[in-house]
T-cell receptor, first 114, second 114 residues
Framework: SQQGEEDPQALSIQEGENATMNCSYK?????LQWYRQNSGRGLVHLIL?????REKHSGRLRVTLDTSKKSSSLLITASRAADTASYFC??????????????FGKGTHLIIQP | EAQVTQNPRYLITVTGKKLTVTCSQN?????MSWYRQDPGLGLRQIYY???????DKGDVPEGYKVSRKEKRNFPLILESPSPNQTSLYFC?????????????FGQGTRLTVV
């Protein structure tokens, strides 16, 4: 199964700055999702972007998708200490019979310095 | 409140002693899955279930069993745990497979096999 790869692996910024994380994937996708994981806890869904969409917003989150480059980015604006977490992109891929389940990258660990 | 509930949250056991990690969801979701999360390896799918009595292997099924006798429950069974199964485990559910709908995750079970 394919896997997305997030970049960078770790990111440390000051509170109030913007944080950008990238995700690259290998094969054509149906949709792409971003999830957040606070330390040792379950993943929480942030946003879903469909393959025919280029950009999507949700509060302080902005996600872009470039299917020609097989990449997506997650921008968190005006970061807060509570944004400290790991962020994962999740993709699926159409196979012969239908969609696979979610496959995750290894995540970007974001630290917001007060 | 929509949720996925895993139990136990923490478990320390000895090699070879059979154990079951329970997972229950209250959203009437058809699709459920189990993941393990290890440092440097990200989340990997162990087993998934498309519906009652329908289960299939994910990427790392060796050493695990599952069952789906009821829609809401999807227990993970380790018949003879080994130290390499020490990991953080997550159960997830969604309306369907793939990224068309968001996945809801349990809070995780941290398993240590000694």
């Amino acid at each position: 199964s394919q896997q997305g790869e997030e970049d960078p692996q770790a990111l440390s910024i000051q509170e109030g700055e913007n944080a950008t994380m990238n995700c690259s994937y290998k094969t054509s996708i149906n949709n792409l999702q971003w999830y957040r994981q606070n330390s040792g806890r379950g993943l929480v869904h942030l946003i879903l972007i469909r393959s025919n969409e280029r950009e999507k917003h949700s509060g302080r989150l902005r996600v872009t998708l470039d299917t020609s480059k097989k990449s997506s980015s997650l921008l968190i604006t005006a970061s807060r200490a509570a944004d400290t977490a790991s962020y994962f992109c999740a993709t699926d891929a159409w196979t012969g019979g239908g969609a696979d389940g979610l496959t995750f990258g290894k995540g970007t660990h974001l630290i917001i310095q007060p | 409140e929509a949720q996925v509930t895993q139990n136990p949250r923490y478990l320390i056991t000895v090699t070879g002693k059979k154990l079951t990690v329970t997972c229950s969801q209250n959203m009437n979701h058809e699709y459920m899955s189990w993941y393990r999360q290890d440092p440097g390896l990200g989340l990997r799918q162990i087993y998934y279930s498309m519906n009652v009595e329908v289960t299939d292997k994910g990427d790392v099924p060796e050493g695990y069993k599952v069952s789906r006798k009821e829609k809401r429950n999807f227990p993970l069974i380790l018949e003879s745990p080994s130290p390499n199964q020490t990991s953080l485990y997550f159960c997830a559910s969604s309306l369907a497979a793939g990224t068309n709908t968001e996945a809801f995750f349990g809070q995780g079970t941290r398993l240590t096999v000694v």
